[in-house]
């Protein structure tokens, strides 16, 4: 058996198990005996819980695989999913909700983001034009990176109350708490086809390792590419922003995670860094259940401050490689 | 098997007139060697055509039919480019590096058993099998340049443009990479080489064809095309063309007097 294929078989195991650690885990722990229909504590498993912990794989996969893709496309290891904005203009459009109190229909604030993330796109492809070119593409992402981040912040400087203030800064920190099947139901169909639509870039992403131009010469189509990496992108940030907030790192860590087991070959990073994606935030999200604080902790956070080490330790075995 | 020609081209990039205008024909079969002075527009006559750029007047043919008429996988199939540079961004093993090769012949899922002995005889022709499991950053300047040279060989096509090759080899490694590019040749395929020295040019090319402020100087076989006076009118130096007492051609160039 391949490395790539025993490295997918024991995430799928793996992600089965975090998977029932995620539906234990909680304020209230509930042991597996208690999963037979009649138990009191059921509808707390089937209707609160399944619907986190589907979300939680969900939304990993999706921010793992766009991470993985991202990296290939940009041929750079510190490339993230929200570097080209689609993140930020989807926080934006939930933002703006917010602001205008619009959130109070449930699903308004999910149809915001998504609207801001499919402003971005459409945005992003208006400014690379036909050029095909990875720097314009880069250039046109942190331009829509940083409007949009301005934007924000304005927001929250201006926000009419100071609950409206603390719903912004909290949302915007990223958490799956009181997900129900309805976001389940938006993010599933638009993470399906995001994730499909990158599962299609994996060999022409190869063929980039040698550069732009041999990739061309090859018969890689630099438009064609970029779209479905826009698309696929878009679809899987999109989704993943307009039910869970910004949750960072997924992306960027995940990658690397894989590498050392499956190699350095783009298409060979990118299920595995999808199956890890979806095992990193089931384990994360139970993690932030499970610590004993008196209001839960945010799942952004709680990502954010597992980045900051990773990317310590990646600094020091660069630098001692580079000594 | 097709001639590969391009047909009253101009290329202008940033404005400026990079190439052109130019026509030349190519036969398949035959080492053809682009030389001239650094801006005369070598690497550009190269990347039209490999479809890289598109020119702004005049058409590149392959077989008679305009490059625009194929697809661009049909393009990839005949025609391998060997840019300059090598660049290898993700620090991939040998075997994998050469293996994309097959790009454009490969199905969408998988690999069919002619895409495996592609690039085993590609690994074979350039010795690069024995390190096969290495990585890319594992290797010498000289293994390194072999294994891209089997990477473009894995696609077997029809046509090879290698663009200064030769860069940052020693003289032995500078010596067996010409050697590939004659047996490539000798395979049929038609190999345009993009050459600053003009001694190598002299040895192994079959024909030349030699350019200067983006236009065709000349193109015909080295001794007609390499003559003192065009070397000394092409790059401002003066040149002695000879030959070694194995019947070896070699030019040793010098300053112009003043």
């Known amino acids: ?323 | 098997m097709s001639v590969l020609a391009v047909e009253g081209i101009t290329l202008r990039l940033g404005g400026r007139r990079v190439l052109g205008p130019i026509s030349a024909a190519f036969a398949p079969g035959r080492v053809t060697a682009v030389l001239g002075p650094n801006g005369a527009g070598k690497s550009s006559l190269l990347a039209c055509l490999a479809g890289l750029h598109t020119p702004d007047e005049g058409q590149v043919l392959l077989g008679g039919q305009p490059r625009s008429t194929f697809a661009l996988r049909d393009l990839a199939r005949q025609i391998g480019l060997l840019p300059q540079g090598g660049d290898v961004h993700w620090d991939v093993d040998v075997a994998t590096l050469v293996a994309l090769g097959r790009y454009p012949h490969r199905p969408r899922w998988g690999k069919t058993e002619a895409d495996r002995q592609a690039v085993a005889r590609a690994m074979k022709a350039t010795d690069t099998a024995r390190f096969a499991s290495r990585t890319m950053t594992a290797l010498s300047g000289g293994e390194r340049a072999r294994v891209l040279m089997a990477r473009v060989l894995a696609g077997e096509p029809q046509w090879l443009l290698a663009d200064e090759p030769l860069a940052n080899l020693d003289p032995a490694h500078q010596l067996e990479t010409l050697a590939c590019l004659r047996d490539v040749a000798r395979g049929g395929a038609g190999v345009i080489v993009v050459l600053h020295d003009l001694g190598h040019a002299l040895r192994v090319a079959d024909e030349i064809l030699l350019l200067c402020d983006g236009e065709a100087i000349a193109q015909g076989a080295p001794d007609a095309v390499l003559t003192p006076e065009r070397i000394a009118a092409t790059y401002s130096v003066a040149a002695e063309i000879g030959t070694t007492p194995d019947g070896e051609r070699f030019i040793v160039t010098s300053s112009m007097a003043r």
């Open chain 1, 1 to 323: 058996m391949s490395r790539s294929l025993s490295l997918n078989l024991g995430l799928c195991v793996v992600i089965l198990a975090a998977m029932l650690l995620s539906l234990m885990a909680g304020k209230v722990w509930i042991p597996l005996d208690a999963w037979i229909a009649g138990d009191p504590r059921w509808p707390i498993i089937a209707e609160l819980r399944l619907p986190r912990t589907v979300l939680a794989a969900l939304v990993g996969a999706g921010l793992g695989l766009s991470g993985a893709a991202m990296q290939g496309y940009l041929r750079n290891p510190l490339a993230d999913p929200g570097l080209f904005g689609v993140s930020s203009g989807a926080a934006l459009g939930a933002v703006i909700s917010l602001y205008f109190g619009y959130a109070a229909a449930p699903w308004l604030l999910p149809a915001s983001a998504l609207a801001g993330a499919a402003i971005t796109m459409a945005l992003l492809a208006l400014l690379v034009g036909q050029s095909g070119s990875i720097i314009v593409f880069t250039l046109a992402g942190v331009i829509l990176s940083s409007v949009a981040g301005s934007m924000t912040a304005l927001a929250i400087s201006l926000a009419p109350t100071p609950f409206a203030t603390a719903q912004i800064v909290t949302w915007l920190m990223g958490a799956l708490t009181d997900r129900s099947w309805d976001d389940v139901r938006l993010a599933l169909p638009l993470l399906a086809l995001g994730c499909l639509l990158l599962a299609f870039t994996g060999r022409t992403l190869d063929a980039l390792t040698l550069g732009e131009s041999a990739a061309r010469s090859m018969g890689v189509d630099p438009r064609r590419l970029q779209l479905l990496i826009v698309i696929g992108v878009a679809l899987c940030v999109g989704a993943s922003v307009a039910t869970a907030g910004i949750i960072g790192f997924v992306g960027l860590i995940v990658p690397h995670l894989v590498r050392p087991f499956v190699g350095n070959r783009p298409s060979a990073v990118l299920l595995p860094s999808a199956l890890a994606g979806a095992l990193l935030l089931l384990l994360a999200d139970s993690l932030v259940r499970a610590i004993p604080t008196v209001s839960e902790l945010r799942l952004g956070i709680a990502m954010s401050m597992l980045g900051g080490p990773f990317f310590l330790v990646l600094l020091l075995r660069m630098r001692r490689r580079f000594a």
